[in-house]
Antibody, heavy 121, light 109 residues
């Protein structure tokens, strides 16, 4: 079965750090760019970051640039999001999403169930 | 950054009726890099349409997308009970901010 499954969400204090993981299965992981998309309570989705299939290119939303780092491990078929200097406005459900389309023109054709990150003191 | 504005905010219809949802971009979305997603409560978004008019795998043919440039629409020809959800459009036209989403249209009974 083709799926992605996120983990690692938690309650963290402002200024803290957290690492999210996304385990992929059912497809050739290295063939696809992968992304993180978040959704704050009651809001629409917001793209966070994308990494190319090879892992050599990464892209970030301005709101997280310099604080978040996306990476992937081909041997483990796993995507990561390292989140530092967390803020209250980072509170959201974080989804892992498989990308399709062409380079720099990706849409999201497979989503995980999401993992909740709450930033609060 | 390309801003997507969806209308209406809420659409109230009945099963069997036709629904038309609109998505307007603040500037042209090149090569129709526009997708539509459906989201039900407590679930992740699901891809319906990409490339403005291509249906994703497994999506019923009652869903259709159209448009180009700055004006796009999603049409559901005959509403089924399971179609009542929130719908988002997304542009993926490229840098500097590769992906932006609309604020959503809630389709309710």
């Amino acid at each position: 079965e083709v799926q992605v499954l996120e983990s690692g969400g938690d309650l963290v204090q402002p200024g803290g750090s957290l690492r999210l993981s996304c385990a992929a299965s059912g497809f050739t992981f290295s063939d696809y760019a992968m992304s993180w998309v978040r959704q704050a309570p009651g809001k629409g989705p917001e793209w966070v970051s994308t990494i190319s299939g090879s892992g050599t290119s990464t892209f970030y939303a301005d709101s997280v640039k310099g604080r978040f780092t996306i990476s992937r491990d081909k041997s483990k078929n796993t995507l990561y999001l390292q989140m530092n200097r967390l803020r209250a406005e980072d509170t959201a459900v974080y989804y892992c999403a498989k990308c399709s389309g062409s380079y720099l023109h990706w849409y999201f054709d497979l989503w995980g169930r999401g993992t909740l990150v709450t930033v609060s003191s | 950054e390309i801003v997507l504005t969806q209308s209406p905010g809420t659409l109230s219809l009945s099963p069997g009726e036709r629904a038309t949802l609109s998505c307007r971009a603040s500037q042209s979305v090149g090569s129709s890099y526009l997708a539509w997603y459906q989201q039900k409560p407590g679930q992740a978004p699901r891809l319906l349409i990409y490339g403005a008019s291509s249906r994703a795998t497994g999506i019923p043919d009652r869903f259709s997308g159209s448009g180009s440039g700055t004006d796009f629409s999603l049409t559901i020809s005959r509403l089924e009970p399971e179609d009542f959800a929130v719908y988002y459009c997304q542009q993926y036209g490229g840098s500097p901010q590769p992906h932006t989403f609309g604020q959503g249209t809630k389709l309710e009974i």
